[in-house]
C-alpha cells in the first residue's frame, strides 16, 4: 500500500507542475489533473469502466466500503478505530451495516466457546 502511495504522490508532483498556477493544493491524495476534488459521478463511471475493462465481477464503488469493514474486522481492529476509519459519526452504523459475519468467524467464536468446556 506504501509503495502504491508512493507512486500516486510523485505522480501528483508531476501533475502540480504541470498545471502550475492553475493547480489547487487541497492536501487530497485522489484528485483531478488540476487539483481538485473528484467527483463523485466521475469516479464511479471511472471505476466501472476499470471493471469492465479488466473483466471483473461488477460492483459498486460503494461495495469497496462494506470490503474495508469486513476486513478490519476480520484484522481484528478495534470498532471505534474501524467506525473512524470509515468516517461513521456513530459506532452503530459501523456495527450494523458495514461489518458482516464470515463462516470463519463464527467457526473462530464456536472453537473458543467449546474450548471453555475442555
Known amino acids: 500500500m506504501r509503495e502504491a502511495l508512493e507512486i500516486q504522490r510523485d505522480g501528483q508532483q508531476i501533475l502540480r507542475e504541470e498545471a502550475g498556477k492553475d493547480w489547487t493544493d487541497t492536501g487530497l491524495v485522489f ?6 476534488p ?6 464511479a463511471r471511472s471505476f466501472a469502466r476499470i471493471v469492465e475493462t479488466h473483466k ?7 461495495d469497496l466500503r462494506h470490503t474495508a469493514a469486513s ?7 478495534a470498532p471505534r478505530d474501524a467506525m473512524e476509519i470509515l468516517g461513521h459519526s456513530r459506532i ?6 458495514y461489518t ?6 463464527r467457526e473462530n467464536a464456536l472453537k473458543r466457546v467449546t474450548g471453555l468446556f475442555e
Do not use: A, Q
Not at 473528484?38 to 469516479?43: A, G
Not at 471483473?56 to 460503494?62: A, D, E, G, Q
Not at 452503530?92 to 451495516?97: A, G, K, L, P, Y
Open 71 to 77: 476486513l478490519l474486522k476480520k484484522l481484528g481492529v
Open 100 to 105: 458482516h459475519g464470515d463462516g470463519e468467524s
Open 56 to 62: 471483473l465481477r461488477p460492483i459498486r464503488v460503494h
Open 92 to 97: 452503530s452504523v459501523t456495527m450494523e451495516i
Open 31 to 36: 484528485t483531478t489533473r488540476s487539483g481538485k
Open 38 to 43: 473528484i467527483e463523485p459521478r466521475n469516479l
